[in-house]
């Protein structure tokens, strides 16, 4: 159990009314329980605040509160992200290394390691020090893995891949598949051999369900501290800047540059051989045909800056108005 203070001081905020009180858990606002916290960050939930059971509510302005108990901090949602981590469920995992894991004698595993069951690690692969490897997970010959990792169940790393410290890979994933490369004469599709490797940086997380290519010649390369959702797939030589964020079902065509802490909403695509530059955001469903110059928001199919799109949109709408008024006319 945590005090208030407990977790004020865990994020560094500072405490309204009852220091003392005893949290039990973290509750949506909407739905909240009495002795948990919970927060406001976004507008659209100021109407639960007077209203929610949650016995103290994380702000950024001690007037919001009223009679309630609670912390102020700059941003509640960082607050809620630091206090939701004391109260996090653990999963339940048996330490060390299963006796029906194959490690191969060639491979260098690094100290407190736990490897589940009938997981496999062939010749050459290194683990750093205190990662998990899950249950059914393959790591391919010649793949590096950083400390402090965790990798779970049922994923597959290909060969010759370098995946860095402090990285979280969830289930059903697949790091350094070939990429999608043919050349066609006569009718034939030729396979062209995919020899580059996959490269990710530190503290990146990948989602369930991922397909991350190898490179062709050169590499696909994820920068530091880039997260994907679930159902991400990477082409072949896509190069991700650092920081970048994408949401589900973002899919990225061949030899993309990425820069860093760009942002894509769900179901964007991206055409191949194309540059995104940093600090882009993409609406969900965006198309990319064309390179971007980055520091903009962009929306549509083909992707423009989002204000573009919103008035093409509102066009179309005044075009359907006056054709129903002109057929109108026409009756």
Excluded: W
């Excluded at 920081?243 to 991206?270: D, K, M, P, Q, R």
């Amino acid at each position: 159990m945590k005090t208030l203070l407990d977790l004020a001081k865990l994020v560094n905020g500072e405490v309204v009314g009852n220091q003392n009180m005893i949290i039990s858990g973290v509750s949506e606002i909407q739905n909240g329980v009495e002795a948990t916290i919970t927060f406001l960050a976004n507008p659209k939930y100021k109407k639960y605040l007077s209203s929610t059971n949650a016995s103290a509510v994380v702000v950024d302005d001690s007037s919001l509160l009223e009679d309630k108990s609670g912390i102020i901090h700059h941003n509640p949602q960082l607050a809620i992200a630091k206090i939701l981590g004391q109260f996090s469920h653990s999963i339940n995992r048996e330490s060390g290394i299963s006796k029906t894991a194959l490690i191969s004698p060639n491979a260098k595993i690094g100290d407190n390691i736990t490897i589940g069951n009938f997981s496999i690690i062939e010749d050459g692969v290194i683990i750093g020090d205190n990662t998990i490897i899950g249950s059914n997970t393959t790591i391919s010959n010649n793949t590096s893995i950083g400390g402090n990792c965790n990798i779970f169940s049922n994923i597959h790393i290909y060969n010759n891949c370098s995946i860095g410290n402090n990285c979280i890979i969830h289930s059903g994933t697949i790091i350094g598949s070939d990429g999608f490369g043919f050349v066609t004469e006569n009718g034939d599709h030729h396979k062209i051999p995919q020899n580059g490797n996959v490269v990710i940086g530190d503290k990146v997380e990948i989602g369930a369900n991922c397909a991350i290519d190898r490179g062709t010649i050169g590499d696909t390369v994820l920068g530091d501290q880039c997260k994907l959702d679930n159902h991400v797939h990477l082409a072949h030589n896509v190069r991700l800047g650092k920081g970048c964020i994408l949401t589900a079902a973002v899919t990225i065509a061949g030899s993309v540059n990425v820069g860093e802490y760009c942002v894509f909403a769900g179901h964007v695509g991206v055409a191949p051989h194309v540059t995104i530059g940093p600090h882009s955001t993409l609406a969900a469903k965006t198309g990319v045909t064309k390179s971007l110059s980055g520091g903009k928001i962009y929306a549509g199919m083909p992707a423009r800056e989002i204000r573009d799109q919103h008035k093409r949109d509102a066009l179309y709408s005044e075009v359907l108005k006056i054709k129903k008024q002109l057929k109108n006319l026409e009756q």
